[in-house]
C-alpha cells in the first residue's frame, strides 16, 4: 500500500505521492497506465493530475513530477505547485521553500493572508519554445475555430494558447477547446484558454487543459493568460483571474517572472493499490 494525499488548488485536484524515500516506500513504479488508473473518477481516486514527490539536489526541496490523467508528463503545473510548496512548508516549518519541476526552480512563499504564491518564472514568447509548427507571430496566431479565433500563444514550461472573448458564458468553450487542442499548429497540443477581460486589472477565464480536459483552475494556464492579455494591450502587469473553482492574483514582473498567488488545500488521506485499481 502506498500513502497518498489528495489536494486542490481551487479545485483543481491532485493525488500526490511522496516517493523521496524508496528505502521505505518501496520502488513505485509508476506508469502511463497506472497514472491513467489514479486519475479515472469513476475507477480510480480521481484527479486533474497524479503529482510524485522525488528527491533532488541542491538549489531546491523537491522534484515534482507531473503526470496527466492519458499518462503524459506536464512541465509545469501552478496549483500543483502551490499544494507542494504547503506540504513542504508543514514539514520544515519555513514560510519560504523552492520546487523543481522539468520547467526549472519554482521558489515559492507564504503570504501574511495564508496564500502561497509560486515564482513560475519568465513565459517562452518565441514560437519554436511554445511550440508552434511553424513561424508565427506568437501574439497572433493563425487559428480560427468559427466562434472564436486570433489567439496568442506562450510556454510557462507547458504550451497554452489563449483566445479572447466577449462573453465567456455566449461560447461553448469545452467543445472549442477540444478541438483546439489538437490543431495542426500544436505539435505537442497545448493547453486552450478563453479569457474575457472584464477590467485592465480582471479576467474571467475558462481552461480546457492538455490531456485533463476542463478544469476547475490552471495556474499555468492563469499566467499564460495575463503574459498575453498584457501583449496585446488588453490588461495591465497585475490582474485578479476568476476560474471556475475560483480567484488567482497574477504579477507579471518587469523582469520577466510571473508570480501567482492562490489557496492550497488538502481534501484527504489514502493509500494506493495497484491491484484494486487493476493495473500491475
Known amino acids: 500500500m502506498i500513502p497518498f494525499r489528495k489536494m486542490h488548488g481551487l479545485g483543481n485536484d491532485f ?18 497506465a497506472r497514472a491513467a488508473a489514479v486519475a479515472d473518477r469513476h475507477r480510480g481516486i480521481g484527479c486533474d493530475q497524479f503529482i510524485v514527490l522525488e528527491p533532488t539536489g541542491p538549489g531546491a526541496d523537491v522534484f515534482m513530477r507531473i503526470l496527466n490523467p492519458d499518462g503524459s508528463e506536464a512541465g509545469a503545473c501552478g496549483n500543483a505547485t502551490r499544494c507542494v510548496a504547503q506540504l513542504l512548508m508543514a514539514e520544515t516549518g519555513r514560510e519560504q521553500v523552492t520546487v523543481r519541476t522539468l520547467r526549472g526552480e519554482l521558489p515559492c ?33 493563425p487559428i480560427d475555430l468559427g466562434p472564436v479565433s486570433d489567439p496568442a500563444a506562450c510556454s510557462m514550461g507547458n504550451p497554452h494558447l489563449t483566445f479572447f472573448v466577449g ?18 499548429l500544436l505539435p505537442e497540443r497545448a493547453n486552450i484558454g478563453f479569457a474575457q477581460v472584464i477590467d485592465t486589472d480582471h479576467i474571467r477565464l475558462g481552461l480546457w487543459e492538455r490531456g485533463a480536459g476542463v478544469t476547475l483552475a490552471c495556474g499555468s494556464g492563469a499566467c499564460a493568460t495575463l503574459v498575453n492579455a498584457h501583449r496585446r494591450g488588453l490588461c495591465g502587469r497585475r490582474a485578479r483571474i476568476d476560474l471556475p473553482g475560483g480567484t488567482l492574483q497574477l504579477e507579471w514582473r518587469l523582469d520577466g517572472h510571473v508570480l501567482m498567488a492562490g489557496p492550497a488545500t488538502t481534501s484527504f488521506l489514502g493509500a494506493l493499490d495497484w491491484a484494486a485499481l487493476g493495473v500491475a
Open 167 to 184: 462573453d465567456l458564458d455566449r461560447i461553448d468553450w469545452p467543445a472549442l477547446g477540444r478541438a483546439a487542442e489538437h490543431h495542426p
Open 15 to 32: 493525488v500526490v505521492v511522496d516517493a523521496r524515500k524508496p528505502e521505505t516506500l518501496g520502488p513505485l513504479g509508476v506508469s502511463p
Open 109 to 141: 512563499e507564504r503570504l501574511p493572508d495564508g496564500t502561497i504564491r509560486a515564482d513560475m518564472g519568465p513565459p517562452s514568447l518565441d514560437w519554436r519554445d511554445v511550440p508552434l509548427a511553424r513561424a508565427v507571430d506568437t501574439a497572433h496566431v
